[in-house]
């Protein structure tokens, strides 16, 4: 059972954790991390703020942080992105990019968040892979405003965050969510050829005015019935630049559906899933699979080989979606 306290001291909200026990399972290991004070602050952004620049393979994996605390700065930020051929879309972005950058931490690191408001509204963040209360640690940021706040990772998977201001649907559809991956403290077993997908659905109306800029329209986010839908942000991405493999070689896939609707069912056509795992919790293991179902705002980690050079199509097998842009390729060599 673990109990909260928050204080309020000159505008500084504290965060006490008091456990009297708590452990999760995966496989023989046993999580029961500490719980230090967690700090939430809000102040006013430095004037002199450099904004980062987007990831240019979204799909790679990062290295684990050296030591067990993972500083993560993030800014949110309004730019126009191109998630289509021709389609230049006005998202509402993490750090520039659609889906923000990949986050890694281990079971037991301290992630300390810096949140950075210089978008034009009030935005959010929301982790679904820590324990804390939301209205401190995923409170909204004002414009101008930053906020710091850190959590501890309990649980190994492959987690959605994402922004969670209302109206929630309007902030996911726009752009704001990306992927944390949360390694078991002994990893993820023998070496492999790692990806990071996240799939999402856009939902754009030409905006007024431009010739080839679009909006994301409410009303059609509503609907439900996604005009593009993707891997990573760009429709067809790993389509026409098939992802490199090799034959024999184990290949380790994390997917994590940012939605803010449809369901991924994620396939690899040409050969199975030797394993799966549910929101990538080796606890959650399951064999021979042929396609993994991953709701909106969960995950899933996935293992497979090849036997021969070829090239091996990646999709959701919701065909609607994939027609939309939700698929890839990889090509495997000897």
Not at 102 to 112: C, E, L, S
Not at 274 to 300: E, F, H, M, S
Request: hydrophobic content about 40%; glycine content about 10%; some cysteine.
């Amino acid at each position: 059972m673990r109990r909260y306290q928050i204080l309020s001291i000159a505008g500084l909200l504290i965060l006490t954790g008091c456990s009297q026990s708590g452990s999760g399972n995966a496989g023989s290991q046993t999580y029961a991390p500490a719980q230090p004070t967690l700090v939430a602050q809000v102040t006013t952004t430095a004037a002199d703020y450099v904004a980062p620049t987007p990831a240019p393979q979204p799909e790679v994996l990062p290295p684990l942080a050296v030591g067990h605390t993972v500083y993560v700065k993030l800014a949110l930020i309004d730019r126009t992105v191109e998630i289509a051929p021709g389609i230049k879309y006005r998202a509402w972005t993490f750090n520039g990019g659609v889906p923000g950058p990949v986050i890694r931490a281990r079971v037991g690191d301290t992630i300390d968040v810096t949140l950075t408001n210089k978008a034009i509204m009030g935005h959010s963040i929301d982790f679904h892979a820590a324990l804390a209360p939301p209205n401190i640690a995923y409170q909204t940021v004002k414009p101008g405003q930053t906020l710091h706040f850190a959590w501890v990772a309990q649980y190994p998977g492959a987690f959605l965050y994402h922004c969670g201001t209302p109206p929630v649907l309007a902030h996911i559809s726009n752009g704001m969510y990306g992927a944390i991956i949360i390694d078991p403290p002994t990893g993820w077993g023998a070496t492999a050829r790692e990806f990071v997908f996240v799939q999402s659905e856009f939902y754009p109306s030409p905006y007024p005015g431009t010739k080839d800029e679009y909006y994301g329209d409410l009303q059609k986010m509503k609907i439900g019935i996604p005009q593009i839908v993707t891997f990573n942000g760009v429709a067809f991405r790993y389509k026409t630049e098939p992802l490199p493999i090799k034959v024999g070689e184990l290949v380790r896939v994390f997917v994590v559906d940012a939605g803010p609707s449809h369901f991924s069912a994620f396939h690899v056509i040409g050969t199975l899933l030797r394993t799966a795992y549910v929101d990538a919790n080796p606890q959650n293991k399951l064999v021979g699979l042929q396609t993994i179902a991953v709701p909106p705002g969960g995950g899933a980690m996935v293992e497979f080989q090849v036997e021969q050079a070829g090239t091996y199509p990646f999709v959701t097998h919701s065909f609607g979606d994939a027609d939309d842009g939700a698929m890839g390729a990889f090509i495997a060599a000897d």
